[in-house]
């Protein structure tokens, strides 16, 4: 596969790059020779231990020696420009060769699962587990993605000229690119990140999900009259619902992004109906679909005139009229086509995506101290709440009955989040009860924090019995993965909580952080303690009666539950619920693992068959205690040396001074601001996103593997080497955490930043975490038995490095801009803004070159 992916994507990278001569810019020529000079001499300076501002000197005066100050900067901006264009043009490459450097029929397809399931026979089996088994990937509006949404069009037309060769189209499409702007002028709005998002639900996931699920039909020799399963892969959707530290998203925004979900979805039903009329031009059948058509027209396009569907329900049974008559009249002619389209209304309903509410349980806390306060000169009792143990709380917010809508609050913030309950009805008279019925509580650390959304829901929403909402407590640091097992305890001795879950299908939903996970307790910390939350949760619920669903919030790379995903659910034993997999995808993730059709069957595929091929060939081996054992030490050490690493004085300044990180906020690609509160810089404010990145950056990767060769040095040094090869040879799980790792190692480069071992300030700080990297490079190897990183990955290791070194002119101009702000002499002080602007420009195709680095 290696060899097929040089010659696949390395190889006509390379031909195509001559093309950027072309580009429509003054001096390209120049820029074109000059750049692959710089390369060479940033590889060679950094092997000889030069610092990046020695390199870019150095450059100039070897290459440019004439060139002022000014005119250096504009060679920088070029060199920039052009490394950007080249990321594309691999990203294009890389998605054109994706079906020749990936087995679409292989390991983790469906085509391979159903062809064992019969060879082993157990058809019937898979059948049983496909009834109720559902995968929903949400997208999330986590500023990670750099392409605005003109590139991104550009990319789709790019990727689908070289896929059929065509040579001039690709010459035109790339001097297009370098017309075409990559950055935002302007932060874009929640309603703008949902549009973009939008374009993928419209142009990908709309055709693609019906083409799996009609596949699994076939597969299975089950009838469309037959299925039942139309929530086999889902859609959530987080822009315009995602509140926690987004003061930007109102009930307003949630409203509109709901409209405009709908208005996209039924475009697409639109087109199809016009395309069945097309077809259907029999007696009976054609006016049943005209009708259809133009009932869907008004609500697709919103203007308001002419009779329209009001539940998708009743555009199903226009088509099964039509399908009736068809099959009658017709011999069935064509009734592959109009299924297919039952196969879209079925799965998509009127909504197209779920939206989930996102909000930070201390404002729900905020909220009900308004409240209380206006109650308090009614009730008496409520004077001393504050007082109440947590389980008197409990029952005296679920004994309140009152209209929170009608009090008067003085907090804006207050009145605000009552609305954005008020909204989720809306939605649910709107576009149905699938369109919004999930709440999302970040920071959840008691079963008051459970209970305080449940019941202003109930309130608000004004539901006696029945609450169409999922309740989602989302667990995230050490400590409340820890305690998440007393909290659900609690929660189902509730009982009027417990008769909730019993009418939402005896289901309970539980959101576990990866990101803020690692980001507080370190990488083997954080995906042992998820692992061992997963069990706990499955087991106290199974004891219940309820149904553990877990929801993970993940993100692109390695340091934020990424990596290889497949691997990661099919390491996953019985003793952790499997009814649903469900995960948070963003940014780069969605357009590079969802982006295009082909590999987003591909990717959805692989979710599907990770999260059922266990539970129907058996084939995993739970975790012995013995081996449990092990990782729980692992994860101790880990732990104990990142908290060292975290709990260092030089913690906090290293990322405010040294790193990328104060620029986060300057590059226009989210509506969020980068840290929750405003004020100083605090470790527990920062976000995951910003931190991860600002790592990546560096290219030191710090969250992704720190630790891990401490954890595991101290066990060689115990006499537990050979137990943990064997570990890393018999579990898949193990074998998934130190593979995602050494992922994070491969796309470090501590000697772009070597020169700040010599820093007064920091030199000790650096030294140490390059220590670790060393050491875990060393450590990993010595386990796993590989004599380099990724070895066993080797289209993935191949991958990463060709994108590295196309953007080593990138790390190096950044860390050359950097050097210079931190350090300014009188000769650059004029020149600040455009250092600044160096270091965020840089920012763009680092990120965008690695694709998965926040």
């Not at 939206?355 to 409240?371: G, L, N, P, Y």
């Not at 995906?527 to 106290?540: G, M, P, V, Y």
Request: proline share 4%; charged share 25%; with cysteine.
């Amino acid at each position: 596969m290696a060899s097929e992916f040089n010659k696949t994507v390395s190889t006509r990278y390379h031909m195509y790059n001559s093309l950027f001569l072309n580009l429509p810019y003054t001096g390209i020529y120049r820029t074109g020779t000059l750049l692959p000079l710089l390369q060479q001499a940033c590889e060679s300076g950094f092997e000889k231990g030069k610092d990046p501002l020695t390199i870019i000197k150095k450059f100039f005066a070897d290459f440019t020696p004439q060139a002022s100050r000014e005119e250096q900067f504009n060679m920088l901006f070029n060199f920039i420009q052009y490394v950007e264009r080249q990321v594309v043009l691999f990203d294009s490459i890389e998605d054109a060769a994706f079906d020749e450097i990936n087995d679409l029929n292989g390991k983790g397809t469906l085509s391979a699962l159903m062809l064992r399931a019969e060879s082993e026979g157990v058809e019937d089996a898979l059948r049983k587990k496909l009834e109720d088994f559902s995968v929903r990937v949400v997208l999330t509006a986590h500023p990670t993605q750099f392409y605005p949404g003109s590139v991104l069009a550009i990319i789709n037309d790019l990727e689908l000229a070289i896929r059929e060769n065509r040579l001039e189209d690709i010459n035109l499409l790339l001097r297009q690119l370098g017309k075409t702007a990559f950055i935002n002028k302007e932060k874009p709005t929640p309603f703008d990140e949902a549009a973009s998002l939008s374009w993928f639900l419209e142009n990908v996931f709309y055709p693609v999900i019906p083409t799996i699920v009609h596949k699994v039909m076939t597969g299975l020799n089950v009838k469309l009259e037959e299925w039942s399963n139309f929530d086999l892969i889902k859609i959530g959707f987080w822009p315009g619902g995602d509140r926690d530290g987004n003061p930007f998203v109102t009930h307003e925004t949630t409203i509109k992004v709901a409209q405009h979900l709908q208005e996209t979805l039924l475009k697409c039903y639109h087109r199809d109906l016009r395309w069945l009329k097309r077809r259907l031009t029999f007696k009976g059948v054609d006016h049943i679909i005209a009708r259809a058509e133009g009932k869907v027209y008004p609500i697709a396009y919103g203007n308001g005139y002419g009779e329209i569907y009001h539940h998708p329900d009743e555009l199903l049974n226009d088509l099964f009229e039509a399908r009736e008559v068809l099959i009658n009249d017709h011999r069935g002619l064509f009734l592959d086509l109009l299924d297919a389209f039952i196969l879209k209304v079925k799965i998509f309903g009127f909504y197209f995506a779920s939206m989930d509410i996102r909000q930070d349980s201390r404002k729900h806390a905020q909220a009900w101290e308004a409240c209380l306060a206006r109650l308090q000169s009614k009730n008496k009792k409520l004077k001393n709440f504050d007082k109440l143990s947590e389980r008197e709380k409990i029952d005296t917010i679920l004994s309140l009955n009152f209209k929170p809508a009608s009090l008067k609050f003085d907090d804006d913030f207050v009145t605000e989040l009552v609305q954005s309950f008020s909204v989720i009805g809306q939605i649910q008279e709107q576009n149905g009860v699938e369109g919004c019925h999930r709440y999302v509580i970040s920071n959840c650390q008691s079963a008051l924090d459970v209970i305080r959304v449940y019941q202003l829901a109930k309130l608000i929403l004004g539901k006696d019995e029945e609450l169409p909402l999922d309740i989602v407590p989302l667990f995230e640091t050490i400590e409340d993965l820890a305690n998440c097992e007393v909290v659900m305890k609690t929660l189902y001795g509730i009982p009027e909580y417990r008769e909730h879950l019993q009418r939402r299908g005896k289901k309970q939903t539980i959101m576990l952080g990866f990101s803020d996970g690692t980001k507080d307790g370190g990488y083997m910390r954080a995906n042992w303690s998820i692992f061992k939350a997963k069990e706990n949760l499955t087991r106290i619920a199974r004891e219940e009666g309820f149904v553990a669903v877990f929801f993970d919030g993940r993100g692109g790379p390695p340091a934020r539950g990424g990596g290889n995903t497949h691997d990661f659910y099919a390491s996953l034993g019985d003793t952790i619920e499997d009814k649903e997999i469900q995960i948070t995808i963003q940014g780069q993730t969605i357009s590079s693992n969802f982006g295009k059709p082909v590999s987003c069957r591909y990717n959805l595929e692989q979710l599907l068959s990770a999260g059922i091929e266990n539970s129907i060939f058996q084939t995993l081996d739970p975790l012995q205690e013995k081996e449990k054992a092990l990782l729980d030490a692992l994860a101790e050490e880990g732990h104990q040396a990142y908290r060292e690493l975290k709990q260092h004085p030089k913690f906090v300044p290293y990322l405010e001074k040294i790193t990328p990180l104060v620029y986060f906020g300057d590059s226009n690609i989210g509506s969020r601001p980068v840290k929750r509160n405003s004020g100083s810089l605090k470790f527990e404010d920062l976000r995951a996103i910003p931190f991860v990145s600002s790592w990546a950056q560096m290219k030191q990767n710090i969250p992704g593997f720190y630790g891990v060769g401490t954890a595991i040095r101290e066990l060689k040094s115990q006499g537990k080497l050979r137990e943990l090869k064997i570990l890393f040879k018999e579990s898949l799980f193990f074998r998934t955490l130190l593979s995602n790792s050494m992922m994070s190692l491969t796309k470090s480069y501590y000697p772009a930043t070597a020169y700040l071992a010599k820093d007064k300030d920091f030199g000790e700080y650096w030294k140490k975490m390059y220590n670790e990297y060393k050491l875990s490079r060393e450590m990993i190897l010595e386990v796993s038995g590989l004599t380099e990183l990724m070895e066993n990955t080797p289209v993935n290791r191949d991958s990463v490095k060709l994108r590295e070194r196309i953007v080593l002119p990138l790390i190096t101009i950044q860390q050359y801009a950097l050097q210079n702000l931190r350090d300014l002499e009188d000769r650059d002080k004029p020149f600040d803004k455009q250092l600044r602007k160096l270091v965020m420009r840089c920012m763009f195709g680092i990120i965008n070159a690695a694709r998965n680095s926040a």
